[in-house]
């Protein structure tokens, strides 16, 4: 599909950028640029990855910052609501905001309005429309710079967001905006059973954009965990957060026989990393533990190509937070690598247990350990799963057909 190239600008609220957790992010960026979309992008904060993705080095859409603290460019943020409280709709975003206020008196939401502010004063005037990916804190900021300048906005809901932004302000914010896509069954389930309007939320998964990634470059999987010379390689992807499970996967592999060998590679960041590594030296694997830390894009690929086994042992936190449907499991089937996961969130709408590759209970060392352990040594097994599981990818989670779909609610959008 393709769109006009004289379209109104299109600004893109983000919550933090670039980010290597959220490349699906910056995928559907770029598909929106390929598809003739002139945007902006506006982040409420500032990068903490040391590393970036080559797609972030493709999108040409200039990059804006808020204010990140308000006490940080104070005269910045006065400079916005000198010129936001002269626009035609700041009388209704303030009564917006006091209402919310009194539900949720939290320096958050002070910090969002004095972000909506600069927001609204400083969007170009060429912006048509809003368009805001989470629910939560950058939506609230897009709402109310969308009713101070009277355009409308329109967002994508992704997991936390979904599932930790109470009730009431789900349910307002969908009476506001125009429309919004998530990116699973269960999401989609939950936002639609809040939303004024039927038609309001719609299921649009992320998919990969094969055409931007090499080759899968693996060998077949012939380790089987009985040379401790030649280790299965068990490789895991995600923040070391609470809801990735990683302190599950510690414990299942600290229960695998001990005639069994095995490495685990980690790769990503988190406030969990010092608690995990001295979890594993505590169960006594340890020196079995490779901790990369946030690695670029072809790092991350270079260690799904060198490894036998993906494992991602998601859960629900003890806040609500919980994964929706993680890229990093459609990215290691995309390379032809057999995936063990959990049954929770979306997942089950990626992987059939058993075809596609295998799930397991969340927050269940036990049953994983199980799981874990007839992999390692099942080599053939492991491929069937990984073929099985790649040819899902190509067939079911088209990246095109996701960014085309969001397009098409843009142009509509700018037609009303």
């Known amino acids: 599909?393709?769109?006009?190239?004289?379209?109104?600008?299109?600004?893109?609220?983000?919550?933090?950028?670039?980010?290597?957790?959220?490349?699906?992010?910056?995928?559907?960026?770029?598909?929106?640029?390929?598809?003739?979309?002139?945007?902006?992008?506006?982040?409420?904060?500032?990068?903490?990855?040391?590393?970036?993705?080559?797609?972030?080095?493709?999108?040409?859409?200039?990059?804006?910052?808020?204010?990140?603290?308000?006490?940080?460019?104070?005269?910045?943020?006065?400079?916005?609501?000198?010129?936001?409280?002269?626009?035609?709709?700041?009388?209704?975003?303030?009564?917006?905001?006091?209402?919310?206020?009194?539900?949720?008196?939290?320096?958050?939401?002070?910090?969002?309005?004095?972000?909506?502010?600069?927001?609204?004063?400083?969007?170009?005037?060429?912006?048509?429309?809003?368009?805001?990916?989470?629910?939560?804190?950058?939506?609230?900021?897009?709402?109310?710079?969308?009713?101070?300048?009277?355009?409308?906005?329109?967002?994508?809901?992704?997991?936390?967001?979904?599932?930790?932004?109470p009730d009431w302000e789900v349910r307002e914010k969908l009476a506001d905006c125009r429309w919004l896509v998530t990116c699973t069954a269960t999401g989609r389930d939950r936002l639609a059973s809040l939303a004024p309007r039927a038609d309001t939320v719609d299921l649009v998964y992320h998919g990969l954009d094969l055409s931007n990634l090499p080759a899968p470059r693996r060998l077949a999987s012939t380790r089987d965990g009985s040379d401790a010379a030649d280790p299965v390689v068990i490789v895991s992807v995600g923040r070391r957060v609470e809801k990735k499970g990683y302190e599950d996967t510690l414990v299942a592999l600290s229960k695998l026989p001990r005639e069994l060998h095995w490495r685990f590679e980690h790769i990503g960041g988190g406030a969990l990393g010092d608690t995990l590594k001295a979890m594993a030296t505590r169960l006594g694997i340890a020196g079995r533990c490779v901790w990369h830390g946030a690695q670029p894009q072809a790092s991350v690929f270079d260690a799904y190509a060198r490894a036998d086994l993906f494992v991602l042992a998601s859960k629900i936190a003890g806040d609500g937070d919980r994964d929706g449907l993680p890229n990093v499991l459609m990215e290691a089937q995309s390379r032809g690598l057999a995936c063990l996961a959990t049954r929770v969130a979306a997942i089950p709408e990626l992987i059939r247990d058993g075809e596609s590759g295998v799930l397991v209970p969340p927050g269940d060392p036990d049953n994983l350990a199980l799981a874990l352990e007839r992999l390692i040594r099942d080599a053939p097994g492991r491929e069937r799963l990984a073929v099985a599981g790649q040819a899902v990818v190509r067939a079911s989670f088209s990246f095109s057909a996701g960014v085309d779909a969001i397009a098409a609610k843009l142009t509509a959008t700018v037609a009303r």
Do not use: C
């Open 1 to 165: 599909m393709t769109e006009p190239r004289a379209a109104p600008t299109l600004a893109i609220v983000l919550k933090g950028y670039p980010r290597l957790s959220e490349t699906f992010i910056a995928q559907e960026i770029e598909g929106l640029e390929k598809r003739g979309w002139n945007a902006i992008l506006v982040s409420l904060r500032r990068p903490t990855d040391k590393h970036r993705h080559p797609v972030h080095d493709r999108i040409r859409a200039p990059l804006a910052y808020l204010p990140e603290y308000l006490y940080q460019e104070p005269l910045r943020v006065l400079r916005g609501w000198w010129r936001a409280r002269r626009l035609p709709g700041y009388a209704a975003a303030r009564r917006q905001w006091l209402r919310d206020w009194w539900r949720d008196p939290t320096p958050n939401r002070g910090r969002r309005w004095g972000q909506a502010l600069v927001l609204a004063a400083e969007l170009p005037a060429s912006v048509g429309q809003l368009y805001v990916h989470f629910l939560h804190t950058p939506a609230s900021v897009a709402r109310y710079a969308a009713t101070i300048r009277g355009l409308a906005w329109s967002g994508s809901a992704h997991a936390k967001d979904i599932w930790t932004t």
